[in-house]
């Protein structure tokens, strides 16, 4: 078995994002086309010897302000409504976020991993969005920037304490969660790379994954294939 793989100045852990029943096909209530698929390749990497394997998990309370069945307006509607939120850390912030079906609710089949992953290599699996008045995206902190009860851990302070200064990044979806999750580790100083065959996005377009390509490039971040340099070392 080969050994976990160290970079220059520390290891290598895996984010796999969000690869749960109701982001896939065919009964997911947001379920992202091709979402499944990327079972194999997400299996393929979770054989290599990365140093943490992280899987995330959005798990959000049956009322929580994403979902369009929060709000009495009879306009707001699942996928191109937004709505205002307030920073709970600073009420003299706010922000615009999206509006989605319910989704991901505690403890239903849809907050479920796929049955597809090999969810027995995850050491943790970090549950995120708990808080039913702020949108979480990304693993590390919610859209304001807070490390709060919203998720389960803090997964820069994971990452640190198993001595990682590089994460590879998969899941769904590319052009939201995956997206935030990588820009957000390299605010926190971390080598980012997201594996493109294993990632779906809500928008596969230019105005979707294209600008959200553009967006993580001009953050350093390196979008990257599965048989590129990187992950080879690892096999």
Request: charged share 20%; aromatic share 6%.
């Amino acid at each position: 078995m080969a050994a976990p793989l160290e970079t220059r100045n520390g290891k290598t852990a895996l984010l796999v994002v969000d690869m749960q029943e109701d982001f896939c096909p065919p009964r997911g209530s947001l379920a992202i086309d091709g979402g499944r698929d990327l079972a194999p390749a997400i299996n393929h990497l979770l054989s290599l010897p990365y140093t943490l394997k992280v899987a995330t998990k959005d798990f959000h309370p049956h009322d929580h302000v994403s979902f369009h069945t929060s709000y009495d307006d009879p306009n707001m509607k699942s996928f191109g409504s937004s709505a205002p939120i307030t920073n709970p850390a600073n009420p003299s912030e706010t922000k615009e976020i999206s509006i989605w079906p319910v989704h991901c609710v505690q403890d239903t089949e849809g907050a479920q991993l796929i049955p597809e992953l090999d969810a027995s290599k995850f050491d943790v699996i970090l549950e995120k969005g708990k808080d039913k008045s702020v949108e979480m995206l990304s693993a590390f902190a919610d859209v304001f920037g807070n490390k709060t009860a919203a998720a389960s851990l803090d997964l820069s302070g994971l990452l640190r304490s198993h001595g990682i200064d590089c994460v590879h990044v998969v899941g769904l979806a590319g052009d939201f969660c995956v997206k935030h999750t990588a820009l957000d580790a390299r605010k926190e100083g971390f080598k980012v790379f997201v594996i493109n065959e294993g990632v779906r996005s809500v928008n596969e377009g230019s105005e979707g994954w294209g600008a959200t390509v553009e967006t993580l490039q001009g953050a350093k971040v390196k979008i990257v294939s599965i048989g590129s340099a990187e992950i080879t070392a690892l096999a």
